[in-house]
């Protein structure tokens, strides 16, 4: 006769808990969502749904393989790996990858578009210029260097 007979159940695992983060967060618009206004955020986005509208985020804004956009998109950083048709402001940089399809016009220093990205419209690359005027202007000769002998230009024309 056993008194201290005991029986083992079987232990659960506890969830873990997730460290809170001090980084900004990231919010997933889902597969079966489709939102049709204006989508503001401080926040990175995920976008595996459809969006129709406007969409200004301050950090970085994923179209996802599944993501379907019909909307002005303002964001730091615009990656697309989706559908996408209106047109994209990247503060920093905007990209197409493989899978990637934009029918609208880019606006961003930086551009990229991978060998099998769809891109149709025009691209304006701002920044580039205000960085390099310094230069350009520390590089111009003197114009009145071609008087006095100095290295003139061999290309420039000469009026008589």
Same mark, same amino acid.
């Given at each position: 006769?056993? %008194?201290?007979?005991?029986?083992?159940?079987?232990?659960? *695992?506890?969830?873990?808990?997730?460290?809170?983060?001090?980084?900004?967060?990231?919010?997933?618009? &889902? $597969?079966?969502?489709?939102?049709?206004?204006?989508?503001?955020?401080?926040?990175?986005?995920? @976008?595996?749904?459809? @969006?129709?509208?406007?969409?200004?985020?301050?950090?970085?804004? @994923?179209?996802?393989? $599944? +993501?379907?956009?019909? =909307?002005?998109?303002?964001?730091?950083?615009?990656?697309?790996?989706?559908?996408?048709? &209106?047109?994209?402001?990247?503060?920093?940089?905007?990209?197409?990858? *493989?899978?990637?399809?934009?029918? +609208?016009?880019? $606006?961003?220093?930086? %551009?990229?578009?991978?060998? !099998? &990205?769809?891109f149709e419209g025009n691209i304006e690359m701002h920044g580039r210029e205000e960085? $390099?005027?310094?230069?350009?202007?520390? =590089?111009?000769?003197? !114009?009145? =260097? =071609?008087?006095?002998?100095?290295?003139?230009?061999?290309?420039?024309? @000469?009026?008589?």
């Amino acid at each position: 006769m056993s %008194v201290f007979n005991q029986k083992k159940f079987p232990e659960t *695992p506890l969830p873990a808990t997730p460290a809170p983060s001090t980084a900004s967060q990231s919010s997933l618009i &889902g $597969n079966t969502l489709l939102i049709k206004g204006e989508v503001f955020s401080e926040d990175e986005i995920l @976008i595996e749904g459809r @969006i129709q509208g406007k969409i200004n985020v301050k950090n970085r804004v @994923i179209i996802g393989v $599944n +993501g379907n956009v019909e =909307a002005e998109v303002e964001a730091r950083e615009v990656i697309i790996k989706g559908k996408v048709t &209106g047109n994209i402001k990247g503060a920093q940089r905007v990209e197409i990858v *493989p899978s990637g399809v934009l029918h +609208g016009n880019i $606006n961003s220093p930086r %551009v990229v578009i991978a060998d !099998s &990205g769809v891109f149709e419209g025009n691209i304006e690359m701002h920044g580039r210029e205000e960085k $390099n005027k310094g230069r350009e202007d520390a =590089a111009v000769p003197n !114009s009145h =260097a =071609a008087d006095a002998g100095e290295h003139p230009n061999p290309y420039a024309k @000469i009026k008589k």
